[in-house]
């Protein structure tokens, strides 16, 4: 996936001690694209973040900014800017002083600073806090803070360590909007390290997960949300559902066997590669629907599976019914409730239904 | 709550106050002797209480044959050499062991004590020898550097915690946002470890204030230091000029034990040694 690489990973590899933490990442980012490191925590994503910003060394491979080489530039001499989980605001200087710092640094003009300052503490919506220290600001206002300090050096990069992680719930929503804007606006170039799913979908034009130190997928959110590259990748987006299949491809479909919940039947392949033997199904409770009945089922491509409920719970706008096929328990939800122990069809349509190769097989 | 209700709780104020009383009594009661006795111009046994006032004891002391003003000068130039000497060493070795992943560093740390460990006489009389041959006996450089060995610990240790109490990440804040690493020591790490900074300047200085046993070996009889003054007035029973040089030491103790406290944060002081 070759784009016009304005910032560039080549096999970077990080270890700490022994542990090797980072792998094989390869990453090729456009300008003013907003990437996500999605994973989960220990999967090295901040590791990467702080790598690019120049505070780790890589133990192989090599960064690049426009074909220019920054693998061993200190972190000053980046021009990529960070925003800090914890914001890292200096608790001695104000308001002003903390957004103004990277520009006295520069050697701009007190009177110059003053105005930009103020024009981003106007676009932030700080204005009036400027001599207030960090501790009397709130969690919000200290996250756009810390922005403010990072956008004020007009960097070409922003990166972002979870930003959003200590905000309250219902401020991160719309943060995560502005945020997003505001980047849009801009044309900035930014990389967002978050273990949040959906932040991440809202947010970026492309995700990367990491699993393990390594990329599992990158691409669009419906791409790795739609046509997950990996059962790790299927699961962290959501099909936690897993039922064991058994099948063998036959030229542009895959013939599954019957199984103890199923009959056979047949799923187009639609470019994906699948050998014979064992398949691990994954869907999410969302995709699947249930039916009173097997007639009742939908003449569309897709499993059905027979199934019987075991408990039923009210999340909110859908019912969410524990149901048991064959040997495995399996969440699903439907507009109305199946009271436990009926006998139930689940649909799972050929689109959700997640197949790969057992590690086994 | 049972203790309450019983009437004899009522009189439990008897032993607390005894015991209050006491401790006021141990603690103010030498202090206030040693303030009579700065204006006492009379006062011999069996009198609780001076038999005349005065302040021709402060004259005295203050004369130009007094030698109190030349002690006075020679404790405080001392004092403050050693602070500055202490703190331009404390102040990258503390650093490098805060921030540094040093090998050995508990041992590191525990070396700045050595000049503690061992009975000082022992210590300050090699040490005299020694700088009565390379010269530094009797001189102000001698002193000081005897007492910078005395207070390095007090230097060290505090700066090491003080600068182990800011959290990395907002230096690291200067440096992604362009600051080289001397700027973002001035403009970031300095200015929050200043207080805790402030406050081993402090321990220093008083440290050196009141330090007898070198002051003596390395200093007398040439550099004459406050302590000196003190201790051989006591010892020929002149307790008028006694009492005043004990207390021009404890004024600037008292003022900056003040200070010490509102600069030294829990945050720090629970560093301090680790």
Same mark, same amino acid.
């Given at each position: 996936?070759?784009?016009?690489?304005?910032?560039?990973?080549?096999?970077?590899?990080?270890?700490?001690?022994?542990?090797?933490?980072?792998?094989?990442?390869?990453?090729?980012?456009?300008?003013?694209?907003?990437?996500?490191?999605?994973?989960?925590?220990?999967?090295?994503?901040?590791?990467?973040?702080?790598?690019?910003?120049?505070?780790?060394?890589?133990?192989?491979?090599?960064?690049?900014?426009?074909?220019?080489?920054?693998?061993?530039?200190? !972190?000053?001499?980046?021009?990529?800017?960070?925003?800090?989980?914890?914001?890292?605001?200096? !608790?001695?200087?104000?308001?002003?002083?903390?957004?103004?710092?990277?520009?006295?640094?520069?050697?701009?003009?007190?009177?110059?600073?003053?105005?930009?300052?103020?024009?981003?503490?106007?676009?932030?919506?700080?204005?009036?806090?400027?001599?207030?220290?960090?501790?009397?600001?709130?969690?919000?206002?200290?996250?756009?803070?810390?922005?403010?300090?990072?956008?004020?050096?007009?960097?070409?990069?922003?990166?972002?360590?979870?930003?959003?992680?200590?905000?309250?719930?219902?401020?991160?929503?719309?943060?995560?909007?502005?945020?997003?804007?505001?980047?849009?606006?801009?044309?900035?170039?930014?990389?967002?390290?978050?273990?949040?799913?959906?932040?991440?979908?809202?947010?970026?034009?492309?995700?990367?997960?990491?699993?393990?130190?390594?990329?599992?997928?990158?691409?669009?959110?419906?791409?790795?949300?739609?046509?997950?590259?990996?059962?790790?990748?299927?699961?962290?987006?959501?099909?936690?559902?897993?039922?064991?299949?058994?099948?063998?491809?036959?030229?542009?479909?895959?013939?599954?066997?019957?199984?103890?919940?199923?009959?056979?039947?047949?799923?187009?392949?639609?470019?994906?590669?699948?050998? !014979?033997?064992?398949?691990?199904?994954?869907?999410?409770?969302?995709?699947?629907?249930?039916?009173?009945?097997?007639?009742?089922?939908?003449?569309?491509?897709?499993?059905?599976?027979?199934?019987?409920?075991?408990?039923?719970?009210? !999340?909110?706008?859908?019912?969410?019914?524990?149901?048991?096929?064959?040997?495995?328990?399996?969440?699903?939800?439907?507009?109305?409730?199946?009271?436990?122990?009926?006998?139930?069809?689940?649909?799972?349509?050929?689109?959700?239904?997640?197949?790969?190769?057992?590690?086994?097989? | 709550?049972?203790?309450?209700?019983?009437?004899?709780?009522?009189?439990?104020?008897?032993?607390?106050?005894?015991?209050?009383?006491?401790?006021?009594?141990?603690?103010?009661?030498?202090?206030?002797?040693?303030?009579?006795?700065?204006?006492?111009?009379?006062?011999?046994?069996?009198?609780?209480?001076?038999?005349?006032?005065?302040?021709?004891?402060?004259?005295?002391?203050?004369?130009?044959?007094?030698?109190?003003?030349?002690?006075?000068?020679?404790?405080?130039?001392?004092?403050?050499?050693?602070?500055?000497?202490?703190?331009?060493?404390?102040?990258?070795?503390?650093?490098?062991?805060?921030?540094?992943?040093?090998?050995?560093?508990?041992?590191?740390?525990?070396?700045?004590?050595?000049?503690?460990?061992?009975?000082?006489?022992?210590?300050?009389?090699?040490?005299?020898?020694?700088?009565?041959?390379?010269?530094?006996?009797?001189?102000?450089?001698?002193?000081?550097?005897?007492?910078?060995?005395?207070?390095?610990?007090?230097?060290?240790?505090?700066?090491?915690?003080?600068?182990?109490?800011?959290?990395?990440?907002?230096?690291?804040?200067?440096?992604?946002?362009?600051?080289?690493?001397?700027?973002?020591?001035?403009?970031?790490?300095?200015?929050?470890?200043?207080?805790?900074?402030?406050?081993?300047?402090?321990?220093?200085?008083?440290?050196?204030?009141?330090?007898?046993?070198?002051?003596?070996?390395?200093?007398?009889?040439?550099?004459?230091?406050?302590?000196?003054?003190?201790?051989?007035?006591?010892?020929?029973?002149?307790?008028?000029?006694?009492?005043?040089?004990?207390?021009?030491?404890?004024?600037?103790?008292?003022?900056?034990?003040?200070?010490?406290?509102?600069?030294?944060?829990?945050?720090?002081?629970?560093?301090?040694?680790?």
């Amino acid at each position: 996936m070759e784009r016009d690489g304005f910032l560039e990973l080549r096999g970077v590899a990080s270890r700490y001690g022994s542990t090797q933490v980072l792998s094989d990442i390869d990453l090729s980012i456009a300008k003013g694209e907003f990437i996500a490191l999605l994973g989960s925590s220990g999967c090295g994503k901040t590791t990467l973040l702080r790598l690019l910003a120049g505070f780790i060394s890589p133990s192989s491979g090599e960064v690049k900014v426009r074909h220019r080489d920054v693998t061993h530039l200190p !972190p000053d001499k980046r021009g990529m800017a960070l925003v800090f989980q914890s914001y890292a605001l200096w !608790p001695h200087m104000t308001v002003a002083q903390n957004i103004g710092y990277g520009l006295k640094l520069k050697g701009v003009a007190r009177a110059e600073i003053a105005s930009r300052v103020s024009a981003m503490q106007a676009m932030l919506g700080l204005e009036g806090l400027e001599a207030r220290k960090p501790q009397a600001l709130s969690g919000g206002q200290r996250q756009r803070v810390a922005l403010g300090r990072a956008l004020a050096i007009d960097p070409e990069i922003l990166l972002l360590d979870e930003p959003l992680s200590n905000l309250d719930a219902r401020i991160r929503l719309s943060v995560r909007h502005e945020l997003r804007a505001l980047q849009k606006r801009l044309g900035i170039t930014a990389i967002h390290v978050t273990h949040d799913r959906e932040e991440a979908m809202v947010m970026a034009d492309r995700i990367v997960i990491l699993n393990a130190g390594r990329i599992a997928q990158h691409g669009s959110p419906e791409e790795v949300y739609n046509r997950p590259a990996s059962a790790f990748v299927a699961a962290f987006m959501g099909a936690e559902n897993v039922l064991s299949l058994n099948g063998h491809p036959d030229r542009h479909a895959f013939m599954l066997q019957a199984g103890p919940a199923n009959e056979a039947t047949t799923v187009q392949l639609a470019g994906r590669h699948l050998l !014979p033997g064992a398949v691990e199904a994954r869907f999410r409770p969302e995709a699947a629907h249930l039916f009173a009945k097997e007639e009742f089922l939908p003449r569309r491509p897709g499993v059905a599976f027979r199934g019987e409920v075991l408990a039923v719970a009210y !999340p909110g706008g859908h019912w969410r019914h524990v149901v048991r096929l064959g040997d495995r328990e399996i969440m699903a939800d439907a507009p109305q409730a199946f009271s436990p122990g009926m006998q139930v069809a689940v649909h799972v349509p050929a689109e959700s239904l997640f197949l790969f190769n057992s590690p086994a097989s | 709550m049972k203790a309450s209700r019983n009437p004899l709780a009522a009189l439990w104020w008897v032993p607390r106050g005894l015991v209050f009383g006491l401790m006021a009594f141990f603690i103010f009661g030498p202090l206030f002797n040693l303030l009579l006795w700065t204006v006492a111009e009379k006062w011999y046994f069996p009198h609780s209480l001076p038999l005349e006032y005065g302040f021709s004891s402060w004259a005295k002391v203050f004369a130009p044959r007094g030698g109190a003003v030349e002690s006075l000068t020679n404790s405080i130039v001392v004092a403050l050499l050693t602070v500055v000497v202490s703190l331009l060493l404390a102040i990258p070795a503390g650093y490098a062991l805060a921030r540094l992943k040093l090998p050995l560093r508990g041992l590191i740390l525990l070396a700045f004590l050595i000049p503690q460990a061992f009975p000082n006489l022992t210590v300050y009389v090699n040490v005299a020898r020694i700088f009565y041959e390379i010269g530094l006996n009797g001189t102000i450089p001698g002193v000081v550097m005897v007492h910078v060995s005395h207070g390095l610990v007090y230097a060290v240790w505090i700066a090491t915690a003080a600068f182990s109490a800011i959290d990395a990440e907002l230096e690291q804040a200067a440096r992604n946002i362009g600051a080289g690493a001397m700027r973002t020591f001035l403009d970031v790490t300095l200015p929050l470890a200043a207080p805790g900074l402030m406050a081993s300047a402090i321990f220093v200085f008083l440290e050196s204030l009141d330090e007898f046993t070198g002051s003596y070996f390395v200093g007398a009889p040439d550099v004459n230091m406050l302590p000196l003054l003190l201790y051989t007035a006591g010892a020929g029973g002149n307790y008028q000029i006694a009492s005043i040089t004990a207390l021009l030491l404890l004024v600037p103790s008292l003022v900056f034990m003040l200070i010490v406290e509102r600069f030294l944060k829990a945050d720090v002081l629970s560093r301090v040694g680790h």
